[in-house]
């Protein structure tokens, strides 16, 4: 059982470019999400999706977006990335949005 | 809205100190809270929830918190510590009803000296 899996695990990007980072969980879970992790900020939401089909903006949402076509894909694309978008990505999913959270090994972007 | 604050964003102790680590949520509503832990270079892992009925609250490796509604609190304890709690910890909080959008606190970084 794999769990989560994110890919790819690290990545230099050139500003301007479109980078989609991909993440896919095998636990059927409903709800997944995906956050930002920067020194001294902890974790922040970027987008969250309660159920396939549906998806939702959090707290940091510009520049990025995403989609949930089925239960286990949860991709993330940066349409034109900026310097400012290099941070720690996490996917994670759980059972319910009241249910604790499973998270993948992270991709770490850097876009020069 | 809600909010969580983490106070302290390092906190030293020694080998078999008491751990305390702080966590004040703002919440409208009763919410869901939970301990991840971050070791270096990992993604984050549960340590241990809060949703209804008993406010201790026992995790894994030792840790337990306590859910004080009267103080908006979740901190959590160890009795003693061990070079392998060394890590990052983040407190976080799910509102009951709306959307179930989760928020974390900025994180404790936990030293433990020798």
Not at chain 1, 1 to 14: E, K, V, Y
Not at chain 1, 43 to 57: D, E, M, P, Q, V
Not at chain 2, 17 to 46: E, I
Not at chain 2, 77 to 91: G, I, L, Q, R
Request: proline residues 5%.
């Amino acid at each position: 059982i794999a769990g989560i899996t994110q890919a790819p695990t690290s990545q230099i990007l050139a500003a301007g470019r479109r980078m989609t980072l991909r993440c896919t969980q095998d636990m059927r879970h409903n709800a997944m999400y995906w956050y930002r992790q920067d020194l001294g900020l902890g974790l922040r939401l970027i987008h969250y999706s309660n159920t396939a089909g549906t998806t939702g903006k959090g707290e940091v949402p510009d520049g990025y977006s995403v989609s949930r076509a089925n239960t286990d894909d949860f991709p993330l694309t940066l349409a034109s990335a900026v310097p400012s978008q290099t941070s720690v990505y996490f996917c994670a999913s759980s059972v319910t949005g009241v249910n604790e959270q499973f998270f993948g090994p992270g991709t770490r972007l850097t876009v020069l | 809205a809600q909010s969580v604050t983490q106070l302290g964003s390092h906190v030293s102790v020694s080998e078999g100190a008491l751990v305390l680590l702080r966590c004040n949520y703002s919440s409208s509503v009763p919410p869901y809270l939970f301990w991840y832990v971050q070791y270096p270079n990992q993604g984050l892992q549960l340590l241990l929830k809060y949703t209804t009925g008993a406010t201790l609250v026992k995790g894994i490796n030792g840790f337990e918190a306590e859910f004080k509604k009267s103080e908006t609190s979740f901190h959590l304890t160890k009795p003693s510590a061990h070079m392998s709690d060394a890590a990052e910890y983040f407190c976080a909080v799910v509102r009951s009803g709306g959307s179930y959008i989760p928020t974390f606190g900025r994180g404790t970084s936990l030293i433990v000296h020798p």
